[in-house]
Each structure stands twice: as C-alpha cells, then as structure tokens.
C-alpha cells in the first residue's frame, strides 16, 4: 500500500474513470481511485495536492474516536445518546445507568425491549405531524444502514438507532418516512426532506460522527 507522509492510501484503478478521485471513510481508510493505467507519478502528485484535506479529516477522526474510546472498547454503551456503563452478566436488563447482557447476541431483545416503544411512539407522533404513514414499522439489525423503506411502505430501523440521540432518531425517523412519497434519493426526496426537517443537513453531517455503531455489536 502507498504512502504519503503521514498516511496510506490503497489505489483502486477503473476503466470506466476519467478522473482521480480520493476519499475517506468514517474508520479512517485513504481510497484513490483512478483510470485505468495511471502513471504512479500521476497518482503521487494527486495525493499530495489532496494531502492537507485528508489529514484534515483523519485528525476529525481520531478527535472522534477519542470521544468514543470508551464506547469503542466496550466499557459503556449509548442510549439516546448517554454512555451507560455496559456489562456481560447473568440477566439481560437495563437499571441504574447500567446495561447488562448474557451475550452480545441479546443486546438487540434487550434494547428493543427496554426502549423500542417509546422510539415508535414518537415515530408515529412524528408520521402523524408529517402526514406520511408507513405500512409497517419494526427492528431488524443492519451493518450498514440506519433505516430501510421498501416499496410497499414497510420500513425497519437499525435497533442501534435505539443508541443516538434523540435529534438524529428524529432525523433517521423523517427521512424513512419521506421514502413512503419517494422511493429514492432525488431532487424531490430532498426537497421533501428538508420541508419536514430544514436543518436535515446539519444532522445528516452530525450522524456519521455515529456510523461507527453500525459495525459494532
């Protein structure tokens, strides 16, 4: 993998490309992408020209990891947003600012449990305000995503959005919701969107501080 100073980056090259193109992910990752047959002084000079962008976004990352190191390791856990102490016991059950778990694999029973009806009592408080009703509405576990709105307007929610706080539930609500009008990401999705929530951007940019939840558990 190459280098540049301060960081790595792993090269992914494309016939269909025309231009290089650099990103970074939300677990720190460095991806160049470029044409097919690029020369690697081409690439080398565009990683450096990009370099004080990148470590710009790395240094947010550690920043943000620090903030969750606690989280990260597996000492506490979040609930609506708060770091809860977070245990392996003998009962599956949430008292005191304590959660407390037989296994990993009943951490998602025991957080729908605990706090799944109030999270869809306000999703359809919220439907109700916005005029957009689903035709189902549940938990499941995802990897990689928030939220899910199928065509038939059912729509699961990632159980660790029982974890953030309240006003990205709220965002993470409203943008499945204005799936069940738009099935898509279009100009009219946001247009939508930021009807129902104006300040969408701002929490849009404030959830992928928490995309890391998403792997974890």
């Not at 706090?115 to 938990?139: C, M, P, Q, T, W």
């Not at 939220?147 to 709220?170: R, T």
Request: proline share 3%; charged share 25%.
């Amino acid at each position: 993998m190459p280098s540049c100073q301060t960081f790595d980056y792993k090269v992914i090259f494309s016939r269909a490309r025309r231009s290089l193109s650099i990103s970074v992910s939300d677990d720190g990752k460095v991806t160049v992408r470029c044409p097919s047959g690029s020369l690697p002084r081409r690439i080398e000079s565009f990683v450096r020209s990009k370099s004080d962008w990148v470590n710009k976004h790395l240094s947010a990352i550690n920043s943000r990891n620090d903030a969750f190191a606690e989280i990260r390791n597996g000492s506490k856990i979040l609930i609506s947003g708060q770091p809860l102490v977070f245990v392996t016991g003998t009962k599956n059950s949430v008292s005191n600012g304590l959660v407390s778990v037989k296994n990993i694999s009943c951490l998602k029973d025991t957080l729908i449990k605990e706090f799944g009806d109030n999270f869809i009592a306000r999703f359809y408080e919220i439907s109700e305000k916005l005029g957009l009703k689903s035709h189902s509405v549940g938990f499941r576990a995802y990897k990689a995503r928030w939220g899910c709105c199928d065509i038939a307007c059912n729509i699961l929610f990632n159980y660790k959005v029982l974890m953030l706080p309240p006003e990205l539930q709220e965002y993470i609500i409203v943008h499945e919701l204005c799936h069940t009008a738009v099935h898509n990401h279009s100009r009219a999705f946001k247009a939508l969107l930021r009807r129902c929530l104006p300040d969408f951007r701002s929490r849009e940019r404030e959830l992928k501080d928490f995309s890391f939840l998403c792997r974890m558990y």
